[in-house]
């Protein structure tokens, strides 16, 4: 069974940054691409960045693009979202989730079949 455990959340004023980590333990063979997702209060899940085991891109939302960057270190099984200059739009939990089938979609959530717990991000003055 694959397990996925996100950290790094927490409050960071405008212009700030965090790094947010998403490690994957068990049956991680079977990963296709590892994403990020996002959930505002009253708003629906959106896709923020995607990144596949072959470490290309597959996805980055237009709003973060140039802010945010994911990247992965295999030897720690972890993917991580690097987040720069937030703003109190960036508030929200994020998860991230595993894609288990090929023909997944980065920035589609449907297209991912594995999610962690989600870690709240706060950007508040």
């Known amino acids: 069974q694959l397990q996925l455990v996100e950290s790094g959340g927490g409050l960071v004023q405008p212009g700030g940054s965090l790094r947010l980590s998403c490690r994957a333990s068990?049956?991680?063979?079977?990963?296709?691409?590892i994403a990020w997702f996002r959930q505002a209060p009253g708003k629906e899940r959106e896709g923020v960045a995607c990144?596949?085991?072959?470490?290309?891109?597959?996805y980055y939302a237009n709003s973060v693009e140039g802010r945010f960057a994911i990247s992965r270190d295999d030897a720690k099984n972890t993917v991580y979202l690097q987040m720069d200059n937030l703003n109190t739009e960036d508030t929200a939990v994020y998860y991230c989730?595993?894609?288990?089938?090929?023909?997944?979609?980065?920035?589609?959530?449907?297209?991912?079949?594995?999610w962690g717990q989600g870690t709240q991000v706060t950007v508040s003055s």
């Open positions: 989730a595993a894609a288990l089938d090929i023909w997944y979609k980065g920035g589609n959530p449907a297209t991912f079949r594995s």
């Open positions: 990144i596949s085991t072959t470490n290309e891109i597959c």
């Open positions: 068990g049956f991680t063979s079977d990963i296709y691409a």
